[in-house]
């Protein structure tokens, strides 16, 4: 199984950045796809899932700004952040999570940084 993440980079507050996550090894139909972050000396969060039904969930703190999607075809997650906040610079990671629980796994992470 691989989780490969890409898409960030430096941004300005109130910009966009679009991350992918491909991945190989991971039917959609049985696991939860997941997108959390972890800034500088913070415990890791949920940011936003989509679980095997494409169901969606969202942090407050996203609510409305980012939005997570899912290919089926090309095996990819997308988290598409718009109106990025200075807060919102982290490392973002791809989760992928079993719906029985059986296993997870993580991505490499790609830092997203938001500053003027």
């Known amino acids: 199984v691989q989780l490969v993440e890409s898409g960030g980079g430096l941004v300005q507050p109130g910009g966009s950045l679009r991350l992918s996550c491909v991945t190989s090894g991971v039917s959609f139909s049985l696991y939860d796809m997941s997108w959390y972050r972890q800034a500088s000396g913070k415990q890791r969060e949920l940011v936003a899932d989509i679980d095997f039904g494409g169901r969606r969930n969202y942090a407050d703190s996203v609510k409305g700004r980012f939005t997570i999607s899912r290919d089926l075809a090309a095996n990819t997650v997308f988290l598409q952040m718009d109106n990025l906040k200075v807060e919102d610079t982290a490392v973002y990671y791809c989760?992928?999570?079993?719906?029985?629980?059986?296993?997870?796994?993580w991505g490499q992470g790609t830092q997203a940084t938001v500053s003027s």
């Open positions: 989760n992928a999570r079993h719906l029985l629980g059986i296993n997870e796994y």
